[in-house]
């Protein structure tokens, strides 16, 4: 893999950091970017990697990072939109601007880094491998981080098909639960609303989510699924790894169906 060169978002911890490690163990040139550039400190100076401060949802930051790449490589042969966040809120309470927030990150990061890395990835004849999560498929109350993923999913197709028309191929992965501050901050999630219409149904709803989590893999185990995307010549063009069976059961339930378990699961 000698010259070739990939860009991962949230690349400081986690699934990302996974992914920056597993394409570097295999001779990639790695482009590790993250909103914070102090988890970089012990990879900073090691040879090929390129450790960049990019916040996906500013444009200048990924614009400039883009010049950087470039610069340096004139191409890119991987881009891999992984930087998420997660959070639990009732929705219908609250409001766009908080909304915004993790929708910017999760949805409308991809598109600041297709918007400026698409040449790079044009000149590599690279590939373009976006991170979702199994949670897409099961929109339930409470919780923006599965709309969000929704919402990528969706916006992933018509971006696909667009690459696909250029010659860029594009690749959907869909973990399941996997070792990272993400889940950590599923599991010990416990704010207690003031001031709100769903008290009762969302500390019935903390008590309960971290029940359905399913088997939690490490996130190199995913990493390796990931590269194998990357440098397999007929890649897949969904990976799924790793889903909860309770999850992907519920998931093809009738909505009425659905709708009595959450709300005898939420209720006492
Ligand atoms: P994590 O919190 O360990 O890592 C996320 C990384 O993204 C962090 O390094 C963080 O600093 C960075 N980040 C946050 N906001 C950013 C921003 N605005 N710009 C750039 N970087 C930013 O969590 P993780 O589990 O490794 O998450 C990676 C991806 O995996 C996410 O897309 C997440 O939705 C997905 N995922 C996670 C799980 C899980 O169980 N952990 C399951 C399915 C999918």
Do not use: W
Request: glycine share 6%; aromatic share 8%.
């Amino acid at each position: 893999m000698e010259n070739k060169v990939v860009l991962i978002s949230g690349a400081g911890r986690g699934l990302g950091r996974a992914i920056a490690m597993a394409y570097h163990s295999m001779g990639f040139n790695v482009i590790a970017t993250d909103v914070d550039l102090s988890l970089f400190l012990d990879i900073k100076n090691k040879e090929r990697f390129t450790c960049i401060k990019l916040d996906v949802t500013s444009e200048s930051d990924v614009r400039i990072c883009a010049e950087i790449v470039a610069e340096k490589f004139g191409k890119l042969d991987v881009l891999i939109s992984n930087a998420g966040i997660i959070d639990f809120y009732p929705v219908s309470e609250a409001g766009s601007e908080r909304l915004k927030k993790i929708f910017d990150v999760n949805v409308f990061g991809l598109t600041n880094l297709t918007k400026y890395c698409l040449p790079l990835l044009i000149n590599g004849h690279g590939r373009l491998i976006v991170i979702s999560s199994e949670s897409y498929k099961v929109p339930s109350p409470f919780q923006p981080y599965s709309i969000s993923k929704q919402m990528l999913e969706s916006l992933y197709k018509s971006i696909k098909i667009e690459l696909s028309l250029i010659g860029v191929k594009s690749i959907l992965i869909r973990p399941g639960a996997m070792q990272t501050q993400i889940l950590d901050d599923t599991i010990h999630f416990n704010i207690h609303l003031n001031n709100s219409q769903f008290e009762q149904e969302f500390s019935g709803f903390i008590e309960t989510a971290p029940k359905y989590i399913g088997n939690i893999v490490n996130p190199e185990k995913v990493a390796k699924i990931v590269l194998k995307a990357a440098t397999s010549k007929r890649p897949k063009s969904i990976y799924h790894i790793n889903h909860n069976p309770i999850v992907s059961l519920f998931a093809i339930l009738p909505t009425g169906i659905k709708n009595i378990i959450i709300k005898k699961g939420l209720t006492k």
